[in-house]
């Protein structure tokens, strides 16, 4: 199997000012292909740190993708490094040049003469091989570079990709250029996953039911815990060069977990529960809305981020404050005044609001206390309560989290689908 690794460049990322989503789309498209991320490397912009790095990464992965630090500003290093790290010389390559005057004349539409520091980003080590970035100026570069490891006197060479860390252009160079040349470059294995989706239980009680079957597994199969907001991910990996017999061999292993957690099963996709919701809608031919208090729109945003989310949403009511409640939705004063916005009865009355203002089949209404402060003795912070609905029932039911704002925000949205998924398998 081909070892990778990948080196992300940029003291933003260790600081934490910007999160690196770059990794993980690189590793999901390299396990596609069959290739194994081994090691995942940040540092910052220090030209020894860089170095450093891909001394080390080297000579232990056949393949490293390195990402940021291609732009056209001074605290842009990776470029000049990799031209002396592979012992090149910088050179105009044309096809760039015309790309990025392409760019800056026809597209961007800049006024004025392209900078100097722009019409720089068609420079390149003659080293390495341009890999094309139809979504922006800094080229990919390819290079290779032989390691020998001198306790065994053995020779390898690695293959070096660097791509821009901007994560629109790293996605269209990776998809159109570096996956192509990969499948070309290296003789791959089959990586297979299969991914038992649960909801409704921890991981220490999820790990308990299937203590048997994960100790029967073979060595070759490995079976990976995955907890998230509301969920857990149950991933069996395998790889192997025959594709048919492992899949085979995966399938009959899925299937007997999913038997064994089919109280909690959720989903053997590899998905959010949004994109669970909107199967389960669009079989049935059913629209939904939301009227969300606590929840702000976020499980709105969450239903909303899938593709062809207009045929199954019609719409959400963000109604944070009581008079909105009582105006938009139709929540009685008395309703308010007796048990307040928190409460069985208003979410119900929410639901029912929802259904008839949105015009929908079903419907989810949320109202808690997300904290930090607002809390009390008879309602403290993480108190939620969640209803879902059709025009016929309304069901509802109350939550205690103990997490902050955010994630309380997050795990009521991820608990609120699954609270829906579950009424609409039952009563539609």
Known sequence: MINASIITIGDELLIGQTIDTNSAFIAQQLNEIGIWVHRRLAVGDSWNDIWNALDEEGKQSELVIITGGLGPTADDITK??????FSGKMMVDENVLAHVKYLFEKVYRRPGPILERNLK?????????????????????????KYTENAKATEHTSVFISLPGVPHEMKGIMTNEVIPALLD?????????KTIVTSGQGESIIAEMIRDFESSLPPHIKLA???AFGMVKLRL????D???????????????????????????IDEGLEKVIARLLTQKSKTLGTAE???GGYIAHLITSNAGSSEYFKGTIVSYENELKKNLLGVRIETLKTHGAVSEATVREMVKGAIDKLQVDFAIATSGIMGPGGGSEKKPVGLVWIAVGHKDLVIAKDFNFRFDRERNIRQTAQVALDFLRKFILTNS
């Open 293 to 295: 208090s606590c929840t």
């Open 237 to 240: 990996t395998s790889s192997s």
């Open 185 to 193: 470059r290296f003789p791959l294995s089959n990586i297979i996953h």
């Open 242 to 268: 025959n594709r048919h017999e492992l899949e085979k061999e995966m399938n009959h292993y899925s299937e007997k977990l999913k038997q064994l957690v089919a109280d909690y099963f959720v989903t053997d």
């Open 121 to 145: 980003q068609a420079e390149v080590p003659d080293t390495c091989k341009v890999l094309h970035n139809a979504r922006g100026s800094a080229p990919g570069m390819w290079f290779e570079k």
């Open 80 to 85: 000049p490094l990799l031209c002396q790290y």
């Open 225 to 227: 815990y995955l907890p």
